[in-house]
């Protein structure tokens, strides 16, 4: 590589250029001679730019592992046990989602109970004291909705379920 191309680049990036550079000429000590210097620097960037590797999950790579443990006393094993505390702490809140979620859907069913029956006492009220169109109407009424709200309830928790499947 050319003075003028290392005084671009920062130290890091010329210590990866000349490991590669090294890493080559090991496997193949003439691969670079025929090389011009110009085209040298731009071609080992080139190399370094297409070496990659990625890692998706919760935890690093075993080797990153290695590393930490290298760097932080006991590092791999604070990494492990910081995401299993995060495991347990997301099973906590879903337990607790679910708990809160099973009271709800119970006292929503209560409180339809409750209106269910006052509703259609009033309307019997209604029908034994002289109003009975008044009672009817609040008596189907009541009916009416109450079964539509279980109906789409059911229609709505069968899709729902339909939708987990897939």
């Known amino acids: 590589m050319d003075k003028e191309e290392k005084q671009e680049l920062c130290p890091d990036d010329i210590s990866n250029l000349q490991e590669i550079e090294q ?3 090991e496997v193949d000590p003439d691969a670079l001679e025929d090389i011009p210097k110009a085209q040298k ?3 080992l ?5 297409m070496v990659s590797s990625s890692h998706s999950g919760p935890l690093p790579r075993p080797e990153d592992l290695e590393k930490y443990n290298g760097i932080i006393p006991n590092g791999a094993d604070r ?3 910081m995401a299993e505390k995060q495991s347990q702490h997301r099973l906590e809140i879903e337990k607790s989602v679910i708990a809160a979620n099973n009271r709800e859907s119970g006292t929503g069913q209560w ?23 008044l009672g ?8 009416i909705g109450l079964a539509t709200v279980f109906v789409l309830g059911k229609k709505a928790q069968h899709s729902n379920d339909e939708n987990l499947e897939d």
Not at 45 to 49: G, L, P, Q, V
Not at 111 to 133: D, E, K, T
Not at 136 to 143: N, P, V
């Open 136 to 143: 009817g109407i609040l008596g189907g009424s009541t009916i």
């Open 111 to 133: 409180m339809g109970f409750i209106l269910g029956v006052l509703c259609l006492s009033a309307s019997v009220f209604l029908g034994l004291n002289g109003q009975p169109w």
């Open 79 to 81: 990494i492990m046990s």
């Open 23 to 25: 890493e080559i000429e």
């Open 41 to 43: 620097g731009r071609l």
């Open 45 to 49: 960037r080139a190399i370094s730019m």
